[in-house]
């Protein structure tokens, strides 16, 4: 397979040093510790027999009793007197596992000899990464089309975080994934969000800001002055409420955490956004608890339309919203005395009989002006 991680053979040795003859399992390694090493602790020891794997790997394995000496379990400082017998139980690279195939229920509204569109439930990485190895949507693809062994990142071409739900575009064959990963490039794929913000979002509009690693958190990104990536969202508003409005964004660029870090700069975190949004931020027991049940932002990626890799017609496919944020909006429906049902936003637009005027909002946390420019 292309582009996956490097991976370890297991079944390397080293043979200028005693290797029993008869070890129990293909995973397992037995060594007679010799004279030469005598004196050394058991994981400097270790790092000498194994050397092709790390010595922090090697002492992972001594305290999780994976590794004996005489069938005993000790610790990784065990001075070795020369003689003993270690055994090894080879304990699998979570790397390695990153591209096994699991079977799970996948979502899929389209499918044809060169793309699969499908609709991602909320908790589901996308990729395999540190403290993700497994259980992933690229795992679910392999299960489900062992041919994208064949393609890097298993025909996957964009991302949505783990708790945004919503459609993704995987590619089938290399010559389909490098004409959608063109078209993100050249951003002609379409790509709509659904979205509960906090407050009144006053006016349909622009957010065109920088957008880096915040400085004072490097696990979360933020709006920054330089060193950024251009990031664009285009924003408007399909329904207001007392202290919520139902919102869609629709993407020029595709950095990462975009919609979420935008509306934070703007005033506007989105409504359960567990890292950039207000858990302060007021709002009836009622809505309190239907954003509690979502234990997670309320965004959606609703519409997704690019150029078909083979007919290279525009394709366009929609997902309807989750059922947590549905949930939520139904609330704030009913709170605000309209229909549970969802309505058309243009016939909501037209009920507004006035707009508030243009804002600059300040990210306090920087020394950025965010300009939400009105459209």
Not at 156 to 175: E, F, M, N, Q, W
Request: glycine residues 6%; charged residues 25%; contains cysteine.
């Amino acid at each position: 397979m292309k582009d996956t991680f490097l991976l370890e053979n297991d079944d390397d040795y080293n043979d200028d040093l005693p290797f029993a003859a008869d070890h129990h399992a293909e995973n397992c390694k037995n060594w007679i510790v010799p004279n030469e090493l005598a004196g050394l602790r058991l994981d400097a020891a270790l790092a000498k027999l194994m050397p092709d794997y790390s010595r922090s790997r090697l002492t992972s394995w001594i305290k999780e009793g994976h590794v004996t000496v005489n069938n005993a379990i000790v610790v990784p400082k065990f001075k070795l007197i020369g003689g003993e017998n270690i055994q090894v139980v080879i304990q699998a690279d979570q790397m390695q596992q990153a591209f096994t195939p699991e079977e799970m229920p996948l979502d899929i509204i389209y499918e044809d000899e060169s793309v699969l569109v499908l609709n991602k439930p909320a908790g589901l990485v996308v990729h395999p990464a540190a403290g993700n190895w497994q259980g992933t949507l690229l795992n679910g693809l392999l299960a489900y089309c062992p041919a994208l062994t064949q393609i890097p990142r298993a025909g996957i071409v964009h991302r949505l975080d783990k708790d945004t739900s919503g459609l993704l575009v995987v590619a089938k064959t290399l010559p389909a994934q490098n004409h959608l990963v063109r078209q993100l490039q050249e951003r002609t794929v379409k790509r709509t969000y659904r979205a509960v913000a906090d407050g009144i979002v006053p006016f349909d509009g622009k957010i065109e800001t920088l957008i880096g690693r915040d400085p004072h958190n490097r696990t979360r990104m933020a709006v920054v002055p330089f060193g950024g990536k251009e990031a664009i969202t285009h924003v408007k508003v399909l329904e207001r409420y007392a202290d919520f409005s139902y919102i869609e964004c629709q993407l020029e660029t595709g950095r990462t955490h975009q919609i979420r870090v935008h509306m934070k700069a703007a005033g506007h975190p989105l409504a359960g956004d567990a890292q950039y949004g207000n858990p302060r931020h007021p709002a009836s027991p009622e809505v309190k608890t239907a954003i509690k049940a979502m234990a997670r932002q309320a965004l959606h990626a609703y519409r997704l339309s690019f150029v078909h890799p083979q007919t290279h017609e525009v394709v366009q496919f929609e997902a309807p919203l989750a059922a947590d944020i549905y949930h939520l909006l139904s609330v704030l429906r009913l709170q605000a005395g309209m229909s549970s049902s969802l309505r058309h936003e243009d016939e909501w637009q037209q009920r507004l009989a006035t707009e508030p005027d243009d804002e600059d909002w300040d990210d306090d946390d920087y020394d950025v002006d965010v300009i939400y420019v009105r459209e």
